[in-house]
């Protein structure tokens, strides 16, 4: 796949795209630029090329086949849609002001959470949190794992009863 002017390679993850400036760069992972997907939105422009358009900027990619357009496109869309579910979990949780600081260290943005301790953390203590075993706290991403985020278990972290938690 190419995109503007220069070649360039593009890998789709979770909820980024990742755009590489040659197939070495892809190989070995270094990445020129990541776009988050929350802050999305995909146009198709012809058969072979579609737009993906952020706030910043907006990045044009043409592929070779029809088929391979069409591809991107839906992995692209799909991607979207995970990210900006995602995206309001976090928001949802923050929400809560005592969700917005981590529980052990004070750390501002927590984006981790022991979900049988039910507590907001940040990235640093959730490594301490996940050495001690999942025995004793089963740590989660807020923005990562979305599944394990069921409505029910962001209502109690909702204002009112943000500590409570059924596990
Ligand atoms: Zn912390």
């Known amino acids: 796949m190419r995109g503007e002017a220069k070649d360039v390679c593009g890998r789709l ?3 980024q795209v990742y755009l590489y400036k040659s197939e070495e760069d892809f190989v070995v992972g270094v990445g020129t630029t990541s776009i988050d997907m929350n802050l999305g939105n995909v146009k198709e422009v012809d058969k072979k090329s579609f737009d993906l358009t952020t706030p910043y900027r907006t990045f044009s990619f043409i592929t070779d086949h029809e088929q391979e357009r069409r591809e991107w496109v839906e992995a692209m869309k799909q991607s979207i849609t995970c990210a900006l579910s995602n995206y309001e979990v976090a ?9 917005r600081t981590c529980a052990d ?11 049988n301790l039910c507590v ?3 990235k640093k203590c959730a490594g301490e949190h996940r050495s001690l075993g999942p025995s004793i706290s089963k740590v ?3 923005k990562m794992d979305n ?10 972290r909702l204002p009112g009863s943000s500590i409570l938690c059924e596990y």
């Open 91 to 99: 928001q949802r949780i923050w929400s809560e002001e005592s969700n």
């Open 105 to 115: 260290c004070g750390a501002p943005k927590p984006d981790w959470a022991s979900i």
């Open 147 to 156: 599944k394990i985020w069921t409505e029910e278990l962001i209502e109690v």
């Open 13 to 15: 993850a979770r909820r």
């Open 120 to 122: 907001v953390i940040c």
């Open 140 to 142: 989660r991403s807020l």
